[in-house]
C-alpha cells in the first residue's frame, strides 16, 4: 500500500506570493495533520482536519490556511510568503485522529526568497 | 501547554553497541501518548515506537525499547545492537488523549553510528 504522499517534493517562491501544498493520505485515513519544521528544529503543528473538520490549529498566522477534500486528501494554503516560511511541510495521516499514531510523507522542501 | 526537552543535540556510538537517547516533558495531563520518530537524512519521519501512558509496561519494538518512568516524566529510547542504519535524527513527541492529534516535538538528538 502506498504511504503518505506529497506534491511537489520541492519549491521556490519569492516573497509576497502564495503557495499549496497537497497531501494524499494513507488509503482509509480519515485525519490529515500538517507540520512545519525549520532547519534544525522539531516539527510545529499547524492544523488537523478530519472528516473535512478542522479538529485543530496550531500558532500560525492566518495567511496560513488548509482544507480537508472529499476523498480525505488535503491542501495546505499560505498566502503572502515570508522568508521565515521557509521550511520543510509535512503531512501526516492517522485513522481516525484521535490517539492515533501519525504517518508521515517524505514533506514539501519551501524556499522562499 | 505542553513542553517536550531532549537535553542531547548530538550523540555518536560504535556499530553493534548500545545507545540511550533521553527526553522529558512536561504536562498537567494524565493521559496521554508519547511517541520516538526517526528522520533520516532522507528527511522521511518514521515511528520508532509508541506509549500509551496509562500503561506501566514500557513498549519494545525489536532493538528498539522506551525505559517511561510516569511520574519523573522522562521518556528514554534504548536502541541495543546499533546498526549504521540507525543514523538519523531522532525526535520525542507528546500527543494529549483528547481535542485533537497535536504532536509536540523535542528539538531532536542526532545520532550517528560509527562503523
Known amino acids: 500500500d502506498a504511504g503518505v504522499t506529497q506534491s511537489p517534493t520541492h519549491l521556490i517562491k519569492t516573497r509576497g506570493q502564495h503557495v499549496t501544498l497537497r497531501c494524499s493520505p494513507i488509503s482509509g485515513h480519515k485525519s490529515v495533520s500538517w507540520y512545519q519544521q525549520v532547519l534544525g528544529q522539531g516539527p510545529q503543528f499547524i492544523f488537523q482536519?478530519?472528516?473535512?473538520?478542522?479538529?485543530g490549529r496550531g500558532n500560525f498566522p492566518d495567511r496560513f490556511s488548509a482544507r480537508q477534500f472529499p476523498n480525505y486528501s488535503s491542501e495546505l494554503n499560505v498566502n503572502a510568503l515570508l522568508l521565515g516560511d521557509s521550511a520543510l511541510y509535512l503531512c501526516?495521516?492517522?485513522?481516525?485522529?484521535?490517539?492515533?499514531?501519525?504517518?508521515f510523507g517524505p514533506g514539501t522542501r519551501l524556499l522562499v526568497l | 501547554a505542553q513542553t517536550v526537552t531532549q537535553s542531547q543535540p548530538e550523540m555518536s556510538v560504535q556499530e553493534a553497541e548500545t545507545v540511550t537517547l533521553s527526553c522529558t516533558y512536561d504536562t498537567s495531563e494524565s493521559n496521554y501518548y508519547l511517541f520516538w520518530y526517526k528522520q533520516p537524512p532522507s528527511r522521511q519521519m518514521i515511528l520508532v515506537i509508541r506509549?500509551?501512558?496509562?500503561?506501566?509496561q514500557n513498549a519494545t519494538e525489536n532493538r528498539f525499547s522506551v525505559n517511561f518512568q510516569k511520574a519523573a516524566k522522562s521518556f528514554s529510547l534504548k536502541i541495543s545492537d546499533s546498526q549504521l542504519g540507525d543514523t538519523a535524527m531522532y525526535f520525542c513527541?507528546?500527543?494529549?488523549?483528547?481535542?485533537?492529534?497535536?504532536?509536540?516535538f523535542g528539538t531532536g538528538t542526532r545520532l550517528t553510528i560509527i562503523p
Open positions: 501526516a495521516s492517522s485513522l481516525r485522529g484521535l490517539g492515533e499514531t501519525q504517518y
Open positions: 482536519y478530519y472528516e473535512k473538520e478542522e479538529r
Open positions: 513527541a507528546f500527543m494529549k488523549n483528547f481535542g485533537n492529534e497535536k504532536l509536540t
Open positions: 506509549q500509551e501512558a496509562y500503561k506501566q
